[in-house]
């Protein structure tokens, strides 16, 4: 059993064409085709772990923030995207991550998003508690994660933690995913083949999901992060924010 932690949201994709201009302002006007809602940030890694067939208990705030974004139905241009609910989520009652509670789940994930549901002692109490976190997050790295078993962030994050990253303290738990490069392990880089992106959105979570539950069945970081890689790219060839469809053999 996994357990993820972590901001959640509504993930919402209206997809619709534009094919003229508004006559009292130069602007696109939008004609709405369809819509398609899911659930994103620790929810997508949710999905993505039910859909790998593993089972996944979750952890985040009752008021979902709201991420709605409009597209080109052809070209799957985003023109706009607005988010609601930032302001005021509600923080996790950091009573309940006591050892005994937390021992009862194989892994647990925290996908944070840093949007006020986790704090750093959180995280840092959790790393204490458990020895499989693996953590996702958006704060700059620093001791609060130290005792992590697994760190994954992208480039941006890498370098935002940069300072503290070359002290050589994440030297053996850190991923850093590269986008179209793959991913960077201990200096080792990870590379994917060459496919067409069309939508980015969700495949940090899907990457995290893939990672930890290959690792659950091989107990091989190697392994993982190659199978997290392949589960990745074959998200983004696909519209919106959608769970991965592959065998875990």
Same mark, same amino acid.
């Given at each position: 059993m996994i357990l993820v932690i972590g901001d959640a949201c509504i993930d919402e994709f209206v997809y619709g064409k534009c094919t003229r201009l508004c006559p009292d302002a130069p602007v696109p006007v939008f004609i709405p085709l369809k819509t398609i809602r899911n659930g994103g940030m620790s929810k997508n890694v949710q999905s993505n772990i039910k859909s790998l067939g593993f089972e996944c208990d979750i952890m985040c705030q009752d008021k979902l923030v709201h991420k709605v974004r409009y597209l080109d139905n052809h070209t799957n241009h985003v023109f706009i995207r607005v988010d609601t609910g930032e302001n005021g989520v509600e923080k996790l009652d950091s009573s309940i991550l006591s050892k005994d509670f937390l021992s009862k789940y194989e892994v647990i994930i925290i996908s944070d998003y840093d949007k006020g549901y986790l704090d750093e002692k959180d995280i840092?109490?959790?790393?204490?508690?458990?020895?499989?976190?693996?953590? #996702?997050t958006k704060k700059?790295?620093?001791?609060?994660?130290?005792?992590a078993f697994m760190i994954k962030i992208n480039e941006v994050e890498y370098e935002n933690s940069k300072d503290? %990253?070359?002290?050589?303290?994440?030297? #053996?738990?850190? %991923?850093?995913?590269?986008?179209?490069?793959?991913?960077?392990?201990?200096?080792?880089?990870?590379?994917?083949?060459?496919?067409?992106?069309?939508?980015?959105?969700?495949?940090?979570?899907?990457?995290?999901?893939?990672?930890?539950?290959?690792?659950?069945?091989?107990? #091989?970081?190697?392994?993982?992060?190659?199978?997290?890689?392949?589960?990745?790219?074959?998200?983004?060839?696909?519209?919106?924010?959608?769970?991965?469809?592959?065998?875990? #053999?």
């Open positions: 840092q109490s959790i790393c204490d508690n458990h020895p499989l976190v693996f953590i #996702d700059h790295i620093g001791n609060f994660c130290k005792n503290v %990253i070359d002290t050589g303290k994440f030297n #053996d738990n850190l %991923i850093v995913t590269l986008s179209e490069r793959g991913c960077r392990y201990k200096e080792e880089i990870f590379p994917v083949n060459k496919v067409e992106v069309r939508d980015m959105s969700g495949a940090g979570d899907t990457f995290m999901a893939s990672l930890v539950c290959k690792f659950l069945k091989t107990k #091989d970081i190697y392994q993982s992060i190659l199978f997290a890689n392949e589960c990745a790219s074959e998200v983004v060839q696909r519209k919106g924010v959608v769970t991965i469809e592959k065998s875990m #053999d």
